[in-house]
């Protein structure tokens, strides 16, 4: 029995290390947290992601992340049916976004030392088949062997091709909104 509960243990944490941690080095978080906030007079609007993909290589500095858009979360249903239909994300139709970029500072970083890190990384945003080049700066963070990364970024909707002239969501949403990414790997 002891050795069948040993076995069990031993084959549990093998899936539970591989399942974070890649072969070729790359650490991948299953699921990283988005936090987007818009405030406007009228309301403020929250949503939160769950289910966001990231792998960060802490060899290269090469990071992506994969967001399913449909799998954020609104306090109001109507905010998130809004959210999905075709006049904001059509989510539908483009069901992912994605940021490519690269740690422009990762001489700077050692990922075997516990530590607080600041992080630059240049990439290119993709929402709804529009790619922007992005810039932004981050926290990386180490302890014991556990590397978690946070940063905050504005996103300019009308740079997306998501703006509203006229009617409610002209004066309910934010022309910018702040973006809150939060990965552990």
Do not use: C, R, W
Not at 20 to 47: R, Y
Request: proline letters at 3%; zero cysteines; a positive charge.
């Amino acid at each position: 029995m002891k050795k069948t509960v040993l076995s069990f243990l031993v084959l549990f944490s093998f899936l539970a290390f591989t399942a974070f941690k890649m072969e070729d080095g790359k650490l991948v978080s299953k699921n990283s947290f988005i936090h987007i906030f818009s405030h406007t007079d009228a309301e403020d609007i929250n949503a939160d992601n769950y289910k966001a993909v990231s792998t960060l290589d802490p060899s290269t500095g090469d990071v992506v992340v994969s967001v399913p858009m449909q799998s954020f979360e609104f306090k109001k249903s109507l905010m998130q049916e809004h959210f999905n239909s075709d006049k904001f994300l059509d989510t539908q139709t483009y069901p992912k976004a994605k940021f490519k970029g690269k740690i422009t500072n990762l001489n700077e970083i050692n990922f075997s030392k516990d530590g607080i890190y600041n992080a630059t990384v240049n990439g290119e945003m993709t929402i709804k088949d529009v790619t922007k080049p992005v810039t932004e700066m981050g926290t990386i963070t180490i302890k014991q062997g556990v590397v978690s990364v946070e940063t905050k970024m504005n996103i300019i909707l009308a740079d997306y091709k998501i703006a509203f002239e006229k009617g409610k969501p002209s004066k309910n949403i934010a022309k910018t909104i702040e973006v809150t990414f939060k990965a552990e790997y």
